[in-house]
């Protein structure tokens, strides 16, 4: 932060600590506590340079201690843009052109587990909550930001039921809209190979699991009258009987971490191609 | 709102107004504008009744206009859970236990358009600004939430190109991560046929677009070397000379609108199966 005050006493106004973006705009990472109205005024100041200067978008990032700024920043034209449960990022758009800046996330990740075990038993469980209570379903549960869904089935049926798996392919994957707060869902059903068999429920959300046959799954209520998990019974059928074929990674890039992305792809129909040298470093 | 004084005009301190949730919470939509000493009063009284009824999640949901009570409601244990442009979201647990509700989305939905003319020529475009200009790519764009994949993938190729397309079906999707302000990011790769030829180009964001032989684009050090460019190529010969088979959407449910949602597989290897009923109701 610069200094606010010359060694007179004087107060000298400066502008707010900003970083350009790769975008023709500015970044603000407020750290430090500020009195709203100092902010007031190097906010002021700030976008006249800024305006000057043709900068584009301005963002201004406050974490959750400086929440006494968040309306001062938007009394001086600034509206919300995302927030995380530590920070409220703050936007403004400057020239007359429409704010071509995407909005934020839009979709949640999910996963469905195909747990199948050799007797042509299906891992199910029934959930302690939610509209769902008494249906015996396949597991499922919310990919984290940043992590795979390869990771993420095997995280979530490792907590649900305790059984160890090891990630197939994706067999189908859904998108359904309006799910959580008017954001859509991109549902991945996972094919997975269980490692292991005994059942230990995580008892805060799950009532029940079980290993059930196929036929007694197939043969639900719940089951005949519901397209998911009508389409669920379907493809483990189809797997089974005619192998059919989903969708399996392919490493593709790494990052600065070394960790792998992957692209999922039919690899059966692809196997003649030169699929092997994909991976390029970003 | 309750009224904040009794017809002697003393202050009746009532409760915020709040609606119960499906998970044992309350939600608060405030509408109205009020002074922040009102709202602290008014929330202090209303956590003290909530925990007393044994409420869990209290949601407090608060319009960009009332951004004077953000400050109040973050001093008295609230924490941001999302925003949007028109609003920000807070959320406070009372139990003691850790707060099982999801983070806010995690995942943008991007499209990457494959056109393929009979002349096996490619649809590519050169974006004006970003890391990528200069290279010859396929139209990309990000999906809004409440759009579906086939929906909104016809949509970029129209606005970048001007071509108008017909959606074939899902060749693969990619997951990479930490790609805006930390979120994941789910890219899937749709095969495009071409409904019309002739281009007229998005003048703020594409520099040029044109059909180009697809030999020229796997020729192309930009595509050699890059390894989702490379398997677009691989994917669009296998699509081509062996028959690659990707994933089709199957209405599964339609809302209360009578919108369909749509779950994506392998149809051909799901054809001797009882697909055909998969709708239901929701």
Redesign the interface.
């Known amino acids: 932060m610069d200094q606010l005050t010359d060694e007179n006493g004087d107060v000298n106004v400066q502008q707010l600590p900003a970083t350009d973006d790769?975008?023709g705009g500015v970044v603000v990472e407020m750290k430090e506590h500020m009195d709203s109205d100092v902010f007031r005024t190097l906010l002021k100041t700030s976008m006249s340079q800024w305006k000057l200067q043709g900068k584009k978008g301005i963002w201004i990032k406050l974490p959750?201690n400086l929440?006494?700024l968040?309306?001062t920043a938007?009394?001086e034209g600034f509206?919300?843009?995302?927030?995380?449960?530590?920070?409220?990022?703050l936007l403004n758009w400057i020239p007359k052109?429409p704010c071509?800046i995407?909005?934020?996330?839009?979709?949640?990740?999910r996963v469905g587990a195909i747990v199948l075990n050799d007797k042509r038993e299906m891992l199910v469980v029934q959930e302690k909550?939610?509209?769902l209570r008494g249906v015996w379903k396949v597991s499922t549960g919310?990919?984290?930001?940043?992590?795979?869904?390869t990771v993420g089935v095997v995280r979530e049926v490792k907590e649900e039921t305790g059984i160890d798996t090891e990630f197939v392919e994706v067999?189908?994957?859904?998108?359904?809209?309006?799910v959580?707060?008017?954001?859509?869902e991109?549902l991945f059903l996972c094919m997975m190979r269980p490692l292991s068999f005994e059942i230990q429920i995580q008892e805060?959300?799950i009532e029940a699991a079980r290993w059930m046959p196929l036929e007694e799954y197939a043969s639900q209520l719940s089951v005949q009258?519901?397209?998911?998990r009508?389409?669920i019974k379907?493809?483990c059928?189809?797997k089974i009987k005619?192998?059919?074929?989903?969708?399996s990674p392919?490493p593709?890039?790494t990052?600065s971490n070394g960790?792998p992305?992957?692209?999922?792809?039919?690899k059966e129909?692809?196997k003649?191609?030169?699929?092997e040298?994909?991976?390029?470093q970003v």
């Open positions: 790769e975008f959750i929440s006494n968040v309306d938007v009394k509206w919300y843009h995302h927030a995380e449960p530590e920070y409220l990022m052109s071509p995407p909005t934020n996330a839009s979709h949640i990740a909550m939610g509209i919310i990919i984290h930001q940043d992590e795979d869904i067999l189908a994957f859904s998108q359904e809209h309006n959580f707060f008017g954001k859509s991109v805060t959300e009258e519901h397209g998911l009508k389409c379907d493809l059928l189809a005619s192998g059919y074929t989903g969708f392919l593709l890039t990052d960790n992305s992957y692209i999922y792809v039919n129909d692809l003649d191609f030169t699929i040298n994909l991976v390029s």
